[in-house]
């Protein structure tokens, strides 16, 4: 995309729906956050764990339970915490208008054009994702069995970690996400037969001269 995005409120409903599942992309996309500070946490106390096995300061950590020697299942960890670092904040992505698309047609168009590419491609992407959705939750659903230890029919090599908690986080954020497209779709439809400029619940770009205003009044508003 060519700019950052804008997403405005009124009290329409679609606008009161949009600002009811904010909270839960946010909430989303921190869980990815901390899931991605984990991941480097992990790689360093690895890495630290080999150096300390190689130094006098083994012992001492021996003795307060710390560990000398390289994390056990680190691999393991890293494949279970991929899926809420790769998927789990997207719709909060697609709310904001962050995923990169090519603007070069986009930014000509205008007015009942634009909406009614934007409407195209968001149905699109539904489509693409609805499928998605049912086929994660297949996957999952293989691999859940209550009847099984820990629930599980299948775990990692190393450690054993259950593997379907990762393989639930897929169809859960995919239909957050499907919530999302489906909120597009009906502001762009409202836009295209109403005609409005400035639609509540869709990212708008912004041109470059405006996202520029926009972070020089953050900057206004953090020196104050």
């Known amino acids: 995309m060519a700019g950052s995005s804008t997403v405005l409120s009124d009290s329409s409903v679609l606008s009161r729906l949009d600002r009811a ?5 946010r909430a989303t996309a921190l869980a990815s956050g901390v899931a991605a500070f984990s991941l480097m946490f992990l790689a360093a106390y690895s890495v630290a764990g080999r150096q300390l ?3 006098f300061l083994a012992p001492l950590f021996d003795k307060i339970g710390l560990m000398d020697g390289p994390l056990p299942g680190y691999v393991d960890y890293i494949e279970t915490l991929m899926p809420l670092i790769a998927i789990l904040g997207v719709s909060y992505v697609q709310r904001e208008g962050g995923h ?7 930014g000509r168009l205008h007015g009942r054009a634009l909406w009614l590419f934007e409407f195209i491609t968001v149905f699109c992407m539904l489509v693409l994702v609805l499928a998605l959705v049912w086929g994660s939750w ?14 599980s029919r299948d775990s990692s090599i190393d450690i054993g970690l259950p593997i379907w908690p990762s393989k639930l986080i897929v169809p859960v954020a995919l239909s ?5 497209l489906i909120l597009q779709l009906m502001a762009y439809a409202r836009a295209f037969f109403l005609n409005i400029d400035s639609p509540p619940a869709v990212p708008l770009i912004q041109s ?4 520029a205003a926009a972070e020089a009044d953050q900057l206004k508003e953090g020196s104050t």
């Open 208 to 211: 470059v001269a405006d996202q």
């Open 100 to 106: 990169i698309r090519m603007d070069i047609l986009v």
């Open 176 to 180: 957050i996400l499907s919530a999302r």
């Open 21 to 25: 599942l904010l909270p839960i992309e």
């Open 53 to 55: 096995d190689r130094t």
């Open 138 to 151: 297949a996957h999952f659903d293989r691999s859940f069995d209550c009847a099984r230890p820990l629930c």
